[in-house]
């Protein structure tokens, strides 16, 4: 709870900082807080850790072979799961 709560308050203030600001969890660990929003840890290994489970998830994916829309990298690209996801149509002659 006081690690979200302390991303939280260190995310509002980011957009004013250009530079990545080294931080401290609750828990000891060092990390590296980006303006854009990400966070990284400044352990290498456990770096590499976090992104091996990071990798598995489907929004972290450039784009998943399963979601639909986007063309030559342009446009939206619906994730599986989103309300959008395969609706088909909505003009109504198919109905």
Do not use: I
């Not at 290994?45 to 072979?65: C, G, H, M, S």
Request: glycine share 10%; net charge positive.
């Amino acid at each position: 709870m006081r690690l979200s709560l302390l991303f939280a308050c260190l995310l509002l203030a980011l957009p004013v900082l250009a530079d990545p600001v080294e931080a401290t969890t609750a828990s000891g660990d060092k990390v590296l807080l980006h303006p854009n929003g990400r966070w990284q840890y400044v352990d290498a290994n456990k770096a590499e850790a976090a992104k091996k489970v990071a990798d598995q998830y489907p929004e972290n994916q450039l784009r998943p072979e399963a979601a639909q829309g986007g063309w030559m990298g342009l446009g939206r690209t619906v994730m599986p799961g989103d309300k959008d996801y395969n609706r088909g149509s909505l003009s109504g002659k198919g109905r």
